[in-house]
């Protein structure tokens, strides 16, 4: 009675054909593919996501300035009521705006792109009793 040993003549150790190894490398370059354009999708979606929060954000701390304007009237550095742009970043934890940079009006998202427009512009109003201006920006993240 003869047993099997699984061996099949003088192809035993030979290690994997050439057919198998291009099948291999196909299906890699295959799934990189497919996986780096939903990367570069997710950290776009990342960075949209947090100029939104930067927007809530600086939302909360303008209006917690101006409250603060209206508690101790004759405050300093508000402009019809609101802190400008540079008082609102020092109003703000570094957690909050860690991720951007101030650049005149503009909180700029700092993995954007040069010269995308990926962030939020804020502005007290232009006279007493004017709309704040708060433009989140993520047409270019």
């Not at 354009?37 to 929060?53: F, H, I, K, M, W």
């Not at 004759?74 to 402009?79: E, R």
């Not at 019809?80 to 005149?104: C, H, K, Q, W």
Request: glycine share 12%.
């Amino acid at each position: 009675m003869a047993v099997a040993t699984g061996a099949q003549g003088s192809d035993a150790g030979q290690g994997i054909s050439a057919a198998t190894a291009l099948v291999a490398v196909a299906c890699l370059a295959l799934l990189a593919t497919l996986a780096i354009p939903g990367q570069r999708d997710t950290a776009s979606l990342n960075r949209r996501t947090e100029v939104q929060a930067l927007a809530a954000g600086l939302r909360s701390a303008a209006q917690l300035g101006q409250a603060l304007g209206r508690a101790q009237s004759g405050a300093t550095g508000l402009v019809n009521g609101y802190p400008v742009a540079a008082d609102i970043a020092r109003l703000m934890t570094p957690a909050e705006t860690m991720a951007f940079t101030l650049s005149g009006d503009t909180f700029r998202h700092r993995d954007a792109a040069p010269g995308a427009r990926c962030g939020v512009r804020y502005a007290p109003p232009q006279h007493p009793g004017g709309a704040l201006l708060l433009q989140p920006m993520t047409d270019g993240c």
